[in-house]
């Protein structure tokens, strides 16, 4: 129930995953498989992608970053599974609302489905600010965007 004064329910947005709940990655078949309707290609415009020590962070880039995108993929949960997968996902990436020591944001972005570019607001877990600080300062960008087409660092 919503009302003044009340916190609106938190909208049942598809995910936009690109590390490693990633088809193929370590957390997907813990997390994601057979939880799922539908996952499909896609990107978010305007972030680039750091290597994090063992995952990634999608870091927003100021003014937008024309062209620069990560590649991954957009998860749309069974209804029946979203609530509690959406409270173990927090738990997985760390993220608190309002905590100031999250590593990850769950924030809602518009990404854009496959081929088709066609646009999907989601949930995207990136980067918190001062994460994303140190990432911009020193950390080792994934070139391309793209986790999978990462280099092999010895997985």
């Avoid at 609530?83 to 905590?99: F, I, K, S, T, V």
């Avoid at 809602?108 to 911009?136: D, H, I, K, M, Q």
């Amino acid at each position: 129930m919503t009302g003044p004064g009340l916190p609106s329910p938190t909208p049942e947005l598809p995910f936009f995953v690109y590390g490693t709940l990633r088809p193929g990655e370590v957390n997907h078949d813990r997390f994601l498989h057979g939880r799922t309707l539908r996952e499909e290609p896609a990107r978010l415009a305007g972030a680039v992608l750091y290597h994090g020590p063992g995952y990634p962070y999608a870091v927003e880039v100021p003014g937008g970053g024309l062209g620069l995108a990560v590649t991954g993929d957009l998860v749309t949960a069974r209804p029946a599974a979203y609530a509690r997968l959406l409270a173990e996902l927090d738990r997985l990436e760390e993220y608190r609302p309002g905590d100031p020591r999250n590593l990850y944001e769950r924030v809602e972005r518009t990404v854009l489905r496959g081929n088709r570019s066609s646009p999907a607001r989601a949930w995207v877990y990136v980067a918190a600010p001062a994460v994303a600080a140190r990432l911009r300062a020193r950390g080792k960008l994934v070139e391309g965007g793209d986790w999978l087409s990462r280099p092999d660092d010895g997985r």
